[in-house]
């Protein structure tokens, strides 16, 4: 157990080491003042540390900050950057496409290899390029709804699937809710949106026999509420309900493109008949796909030959861009290969052991969960079952002052929770060095 009071003086303390070390960093944010709470977007305030570091560059699993502080990074983006920062090939790629135009509204040589990269990779035969995930989630929405006639989709409890208003509904003492912390929203979501807790397979069946449903948008792990493992065989009875109930699965793959080469369902299933890929796909540069199969295509086009002319809702201008193109052909071509995913996945499992290792020796009742290239510790003694349970679950104060304890020792995390990632160029002296300070840090705590 560690105690409120230990926490709240290591995290003081800590914010004061910060401060010292970063005077650039904290004179930055002082002086940028055109910037809403001086950063050029709201979340880059989530960091625990008394002011955002400051980025100066980044190259493979190295980040630089302004004041020349060197951080192992496991944070890598956010996934963005989860097989390393600036791969040479995407950057020979990208400054080959800068000169010679970057968005033309025009499909490009290059994008018809690159569709055919990802029926390979991910099993399914027709793409579509977003400029991010969420806006892939956002166009999915809609053609399920379109395709099927049906105006719900069903999420999960504590989920998240980017910007998307649909996805903002909870449960709240087992009943839905609209999430508070949604800006500006006026409709009420929970006409058109079920949510029930992961896991849970009555609930399941009893939503999709309704006949209503459009859709089931899930991470086949979830990821953005620490992570929640599947129960066995709930992916199997989410594939065979959602067949016997005419109702489309989509697969959130943005977080879960960490299990293995293919992402989650390519890996260890099921099959998805809309698959969504952002953030590393583009290794960094604003991209994302959505996937379907011929069947849905099939019904995609029909539903094209039957409305009326006019704007559909889905896309922007930049969508498919030369740029994006160029970055995803380069990172599926040269650098998210199969070899990537074996040197990352026995990274991971040597961050594994040695969490576990400490966790032990401190006799804390925490535990570590896994999904592929994917590690995170929970300070809890059991793995959730459930986004209700993961909720419930987290220390955000204990969480921060281990983030900023571990950002002055040149470590960084994902802010958000206690996510860390391995990319295929993280090195074994990282991971170790990581371990090290966890140990560290609890060490502190407990003193």
Known sequence: MIADGAIARVAAREAERFRTANPRAVAHHAAAKGWFQSVPFHWMKDWPSPVPIVAASARHATLTSIDDQSYDDFCLGDTASLFGHSPPA?????AKQASEGLSYMLPTERGAALSARLAAMFGLPQWQVTTTASEANRAVIRWCRGISGRPKILTFNGAYHGAVDDAFVDLKDGAPAMRASLIGQVHDLRDTTTVIEFNDEEALGSALRGGDIACVLAEPIMTNVGMVRDAPGFLATLRRLCDETGTLLVLDETHTISSGYGGHGVTHGPTADLIVIGKSIGG???????????DVAERMAALNQSRAAGH??????????ALAITAMDAMLGDVITPDAYDDMLRGAARLVAGL????????LDWHVTQVGARVEFLTCPAPP???GEAKAAMHPELEAAMHLFLANRGILLAPFHNMMLVSPVTRDDQIDRLVGG??????ALKE
């Open 90 to 94: 995407l950057a020979a790629a990208l």
């Open 356 to 363: 576990e290792q400490e966790i032990a020796a401190a006799s």
């Open 385 to 387: 079952r459930n986004g």
């Open 312 to 321: 559909s809702g889905i896309g922007t201008t930049l969508s498919a861009n």
């Open 438 to 443: 966890f140990a560290d840090c609890i060490r």
């Open 284 to 294: 960094g540069v604003p991209c994302a796909v959505y996937g379907f199969s011929a």
